[in-house]
């Protein structure tokens, strides 16, 4: 309220007083403010953000893919990070806190840690020990893989260890 009452004051003097206090709400710098003021009121009243939502999407995923690994020259052409214009635009946002990898079974859908480890076919495919112990409970021993169909012994696994 005092700062409404300070303006409607101005009405009563011109825009050359030499009073402190109200000289200051005929500067130029003043229209900008209002200005402002206006688009914050609009943008409230309509329900939009002043932030175009094309940036705050894309804000948003570069800094769920940004990690200090991005920045380095081996970095994969793959990650949009790897080109100067979204690495520029993601300078000021902070890294994705998550800096391992998680390996999640194609089978379960489970994630493989200690507790469920991930086990090695013969062809190379990864699955996690939950899924193949079921599999081979079931199948006499013998595992199938899911995607190539490839069938072998449940004692035919290796382990694999991750760093």
């Known amino acids: 309220m005092k700062e409404l009452q300070r303006v409607f004051v101005t009405v009563a003097y011109k825009s050359t007083t030499e009073c402190a206090t109200y000289k200051v709400l005929f500067e130029p710098k003043q229209w900008d403010y209002l200005v402002d003021q206006f688009k914050q009121e609009f ?3 309509y329900g939009m953000t002043l932030e ?3 940036n705050i999407y894309l804000q948003a ?3 769920a893919l940004k990690t200090p690994y991005c ?3 081996d970095c994969t052409k ?3 990070l790897s080109q100067e214009g979204f690495r520029k635009l ?3 946002l902070p ?3 998550q800096h391992h990898s998680k390996l999640v079974c194609y089978i379960t859908k489970e994630l493989m840690d200690t507790e469920n480890p991930p086990q090695v076919l013969p062809n190379g495919y990864v699955y996690s020990s939950k899924a193949l112990e079921e599999m081979a409970r079931k199948n006499d021993g013998k ?3 899911p995607r190539t169909g490839l069938v072998c012994n449940y004692t035919d696994l290796v382990k694999a260890y991750i760093s």
């Open 90 to 92: 993601a300078q000021p």
């Open 52 to 54: 175009p939502l094309l």
């Open 95 to 97: 890294y994705s806190k």
């Open 71 to 73: 920045y380095d020259d």
């Open 78 to 80: 793959e990650d949009p």
């Open 61 to 63: 995923g570069l800094s």
């Open 143 to 145: 595992i199938t893989c």
């Open 43 to 45: 943008c409230k009243l």
